[in-house]
């Protein structure tokens, strides 16, 4: 008889978003491989409180800390025996704990820096969703998963195809990367008609289904940049041999081209549980509940070339990253505030890139040796963006 297979603890941080949803519905498929040990949100506590119904971590967190006694009462309430926990350093300690072998950063923005850092130093396996962490402080997160032995699987899904591609030989045969861009909502629109869209336009994203901030990101072109500057830490590359494509349809998620001209594509449904459960798995497949790819039915694969001058966004994006130190930090910060901004109908979608190429000139890049400096310049760009934000003639109108 074989052993009983390593069941795997997983903590889900951001577990009441769109991609902690993905990562439960394929938890939930595996109850002899894994299960869900740990369980985060931010400031939904009954959210929270239906999932731990539904999965029965050991451990539920909300950052918030007004929403302790919430959460306390209703796991008591609801004859849990899940410990309640509140705050920044809780989720902290128990992405690095024993309480999971496994974490599935799934928090949006730079919110999920700590809880990734932490469970990149404990040598967790880490299933990357939280790009903002790598664009903000990639190089830390690395080290800090190089000397601990944590393995980083990537859970973007551009990423993840990367990932699998590079499976098929050492990374010196790599020439160049190719991550793909669905275009989002506005492609092929011009910056006078960009001008007029509202936050609904913006999320109804054409391809995927996502939280607000990486809908509003995707629709900026914002997304790929920071996907880029993530390939660069994940994978080592410069930015010269990491290239973008717009492909409309969504089923090619990434290309690795290799020195002797052959080119490995990953193709698939757009559906995130396809990189959850590689994450998961890994190096086993296991199903995800996503049906198989008929290029039959879906007809046709378009590609073409982004347009930068629509979408500065992914200028400004590689502009900050051949910037370097601490250039990404505040292009990161200014676009986190500005995509709020937007999203609360505070400013228009072209003020957008305008604040973050206003923070990157006006932060110029400084070395990025500790934390602290990075989250300086976070904290410098936010409270800059806010100022300009507040000082713009239409700040303040009736949401859009
Ligand atoms: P979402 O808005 O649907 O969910 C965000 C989650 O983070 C929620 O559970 C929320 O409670 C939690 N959260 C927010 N602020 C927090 C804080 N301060 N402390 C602790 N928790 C907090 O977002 P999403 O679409 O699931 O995206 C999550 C991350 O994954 C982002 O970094 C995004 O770029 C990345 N990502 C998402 C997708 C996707 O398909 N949704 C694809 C690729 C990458
Ligand atoms: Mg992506």
Not at 100 to 105: F, N, P
Request: net charge negative; charged share 20%; glycine share 10%.
């Amino acid at each position: 008889m074989s052993p009983a297979p390593h069941l795997r603890q997983v903590a889900v941080l951001g577990a009441t978003g769109s991609i902690g949803a993905s990562a439960l519905d394929v938890i939930a498929r595996h109850p002899q491989r894994m299960r869900a040990s740990v369980l985060a949100a931010g400031c939904k506590v009954d959210a929270l409180l239906r999932l731990c119904v539904e999965h029965r971590p050991d451990h539920a967190v909300i950052a918030d800390p007004a929403g302790y006694a919430a959460l306390r009462d209703g796991l008591r309430e609801a004859g849990l025996t899940t410990v309640a926990h509140a705050g920044d350093a809780a989720l902290e300690a128990l992405a690095a704990g024993p309480a999971c072998d496994t974490v599935v950063a799934a928090i949006v923005g730079a919110a999920g820096l700590g809880s990734t850092l932490a469970a990149a130093r404990a040598g967790k396996r880490l299933l990357l969703a939280n790009k903002e962490s790598l664009v903000l402080a990639g190089e830390l997160v690395i080290a800090a998963a190089r000397s601990s032995g944590a393995e980083i699987v990537p859970i973007d899904s551009e990423h993840s195809a990367v990932f699998q591609c590079l499976r098929s030989c050492r990374a010196e045969g790599v020439r160049r990367i190719v991550l793909t861009a669905s275009g989002g909502p506005f492609r092929g629109w011009d910056r006078a008609r960009l001008a007029a869209v509202t936050p609904a336009q913006a999320v109804a994203h054409p391809k995927w289904s996502m939280g607000p901030k990486i809908s509003v990101d995707s629709a900026t072109l914002m997304n790929k940049g920071l996907e880029v500057i993530e390939a660069h830490h994940l994978f080592g590359l410069p930015a010269d041999r990491i290239g973008v494509m717009v492909h409309p349809q969504s089923l090619v998620h990434a290309l690795v081209e290799y020195v002797d001209g052959s080119t490995l594509a990953q193709l698939g449904l757009p559906d995130m549980r396809t990189a959850l459960a590689v994450g998961l798995g890994w190096p086993e497949r296991v199903d995800s509940g996503v049906a198989g790819l008929d290029l039959l039915a879906q007809g046709r694969l378009d590609f073409e070339a982004p347009d930068l001058d629509a979408f500065p966004c992914l200028r400004l994006a590689g502009e900050a990253m051949a910037a370097g130190g601490t250039a990404p930090a505040v292009l990161n910060a200014a676009n986190e505030e500005a995509v709020s901004a937007f999203l609360q109908g505070r400013i228009g979608f072209l003020d957008i890139p305008a604040l973050v190429e206003d923070a990157l000139a006006a932060l110029p890049a400084a070395p990025a040796g500790s934390l602290q400096a990075l989250l300086a310049a976070d904290a410098d760009a936010r409270r800059l963006t806010r100022q300009r934000i507040d000082a713009m003639p239409h700040a303040g109108t009736t949401p859009a």
